[in-house]
C-alpha cells in the first residue's frame, strides 16, 4: 500500500506560480513510479507528468513542456510539482498517482493503483 496526499493548490493569475506536493507513505518508493495527472469540469484525467522514483528520469505532456517540473525529495518522500507560466487551461483538480514503475503505458491513468484526494488549481486570467 502507498499512501498519497497532496497539498499546495490555490488561486493564482495568469503567468504566475504554483508548488504542489504528494507527500508518500507506505511502500518502498523505489519500486514506484509518480504521476501527476489532472481533471478539469466535464474532463477525463489528463497526463501532465511522471518520474521514476528510483532513476530520477521524468517525462511530461507535451501541453506543460517547459513550464512544470516534477521533481523528488528523497529523505521527505515528497514528490513536487512547480509549474510556472500558469495558464487558466491549466485549472483543474490535480491528483498524485503512484504505479509500479515496471508497468507500461504510464500516460494513461487507468493502470495506476494509487491515488491522492487531489488538490484544486485556479488560474485567472
Known amino acids: 500500500q502507498v499512501q498519497l496526499v497532496e497539498s499546495g493548490g490555490g488561486l493564482a493569475q495568469a503567468g504566475g506560480s504554483l508548488r504542489l506536493s504528494c507527500a508518500a507513505s507506505?511502500?518502498?518508493?523505489?519500486?514506484?513510479?509518480m504521476a501527476w495527472f489532472r481533471q478539469a469540469p466535464g474532463k477525463g484525467r489528463e497526463f501532465v507528468a511522471a518520474?521514476?522514483?528510483?532513476?530520477?528520469?521524468?517525462n511530461y505532456a507535451d501541453s506543460v513542456k517547459g513550464r512544470f517540473t516534477i521533481s523528488r525529495d528523497n529523505a521527505k518522500r515528497i514528490v513536487y510539482l512547480q509549474m510556472n507560466s500558469l495558464k487558466p487551461e491549466d485549472t483543474a483538480v490535480y491528483y498524485c498517482?503512484?504505479?509500479?514503475?515496471?508497468?507500461?503505458?504510464?500516460?494513461?491513468?487507468?493502470?495506476?493503483?494509487?491515488w491522492g484526494q487531489g488538490t484544486q488549481v485556479t488560474v485567472s486570467s
Open positions: 507506505g511502500r518502498t518508493l523505489s519500486d514506484y513510479r
Open positions: 518520474l521514476n522514483w528510483s532513476t530520477g528520469s521524468t
Open positions: 498517482a503512484a504505479v509500479p514503475r515496471s508497468r507500461p503505458n504510464f500516460r494513461y491513468s487507468d493502470i495506476y493503483d494509487y
